[in-house]
C-alpha cells in the first residue's frame, strides 16, 4: 500500500460546475503528476508538478489547472465541467521530475451530470 | 497512433494456466511498467523494468530494450489475479497503454 491518498474517492458534479481533487504525495517525493482515466481507455497525462511549479503539460484546456503545496500535496481544479469530464483522475507521486520510483493514488471517480 | 500498445486486449483463462500479455512501445524509455488496476481502483505498480527480467512471486516481467518489447507473466493463474494489467513507459511523462482486462475462471 502506497502514501498517496486522493479525495475525495467519489464525486458527482453538475454541468457548468467547478471541482478540486486533492493528492497527498508519497513521503519524500517533491513531483506530482495528474492522469484522467476515460472509462476503458488508458489514462492520459494531464500535467506535473514539481516543487510548486508546473513542469509540462498535456493535451489538456487551460480549465484544468493545479497546485502543488510546500509539503508537495497537490490540487486539480477543473472548471465548467463538460459531460466528458467524467473520468478516474489518478495522481502520482515521485522524485525529482522523474518516474522511475512512482507511487499512484487510488484515484478520485468524477461523475458529471 | 498510441506510443504504447498492448496485446491482447481481453484474456480469459482457467484456474492454474500460465498467461502471458505483451507490450510494445514506439518511444525512447527510461524505464517500463508493469501495473495492475483492480475493477473501480486506482493504480498499483508490479514492476519497473530498464533491462533483463524481474520476478515477484507468481508474476515474471521481462523486456527487450533494441525490440522495444516486454511481457508479463502469469505462472498458475488464480482468479484474484483478474484485473485490468497496464503497460506504461516512462520518458519524460508516462505513456500508458489501454490495459489487458484479465479474467480467471476458478
Known amino acids: 500500500e502506497t502514501g498517496v491518498t486522493q479525495s475525495p474517492t467519489h464525486l458527482i458534479k453538475t454541468r457548468g460546475q467547478q471541482v478540486t481533487l486533492r493528492c497527498s504525495s508519497q513521503?519524500?517525493?517533491?513531483?506530482v503528476s495528474w492522469y484522467q482515466q476515460a472509462l476503458g481507455q488508458g489514462p492520459q497525462f494531464i500535467f506535473q508538478?514539481?516543487?510548486?511549479?508546473?513542469?509540462g503539460r498535456g493535451n489538456f484546456p487551460p480549465r484544468f489547472s493545479g497546485l502543488q503545496f510546500p509539503n508537495y500535496s497537490s490540487e486539480l481544479n477543473v472548471n465548467a465541467l463538460e459531460l466528458d469530464d467524467s473520468a478516474l483522475y489518478l495522481c502520482a507521486s515521485s522524485w525529482d521530475r522523474g518516474y522511475t520510483e512512482a507511487f499512484f493514488g487510488q484515484g478520485t471517480r468524477l461523475t458529471v451530470v | 497512433k498510441n506510443e504504447v500498445e498492448q496485446s491482447p486486449q481481453n484474456l480469459t483463462a482457467q484456474e492454474g494456466e500460465f498467461i502471458t500479455i505483451n507490450c510494445s512501445y514506439s518511444v525512447g524509455i527510461s524505464a517500463l511498467h508493469w501495473l495492475q488496476q483492480h475493477p473501480g481502483g486506482g493504480i498499483v505498480s508490479l514492476f519497473m523494468?530498464?533491462?533483463g527480467k524481474k520476478k515477484h512471486g507468481r508474476l515474471i516481467a521481462t523486456i527487450n530494450i533494441q525490440e522495444k518489447h516486454s511481457s508479463l507473466h502469469i505462472t498458475a493463474s488464480h482468479p484474484r489475479d483478474s484485473a485490468v494489467y497496464i503497460c506504461a513507459v516512462t520518458g519524460n511523462q508516462f505513456y500508458f497503454g489501454t490495459g489487458t482486462s484479465l479474467t480467471v475462471i476458478p
Open positions: 513521503s519524500g517525493h517533491n513531483t
Open positions: 523494468l530498464s533491462s
Open positions: 508538478y514539481y516543487r510548486e511549479e508546473e513542469n
